[in-house]
């Protein structure tokens, strides 16, 4: 047998599991939404090179006091992975609204 948990076990991991992606999604969106209320006075193109500063400065932070990372190069790696992988997920979305053509 390949997994040794029961269906229930299983079912309460999917829940949690949805659980932790909804709490996720929902960070995300608080985010997005300072990116949105700045960006009625800061023009996109410079907002999203300061996100994109502070997430770095941010996880350099958590890297290095509360992971403990040792090996930079291999975290740096990972995130950068980890943010390859989303954005060409976001590229790809129909739905992330298309600059209107004038």
């Known amino acids: 047998m390949e997994d040794n948990k029961s269906r229930n076990e ?8 949805e659980k932790d992606t909804a709490a996720f999604l ?3 969106d608080k985010f997005i939404d300072v990116a949105n209320r700045e960006n009625k006075t800061v023009q996109a193109s410079e907002l999203h090179m300061a ?16 992971l403990k990372v040792d090996k930079h190069e291999e975290f740096v790696e990972h995130m950068v992975k ?9 590229l790809a979305d129909d739905e992330i609204a298309r600059p209107v053509q004038g």
């Open 10 to 17: 299983r079912r309460l991991a999917r829940k949690a599991e």
């Open 26 to 28: 929902k960070i995300a």
């Open 51 to 66: 996100f994109l500063f502070a997430a770095a400065r941010y996880n350099a932070y958590v890297a290095n006091a509360i």
């Open 82 to 90: 980890q943010y390859t992988e989303m954005l060409r997920q976001h």
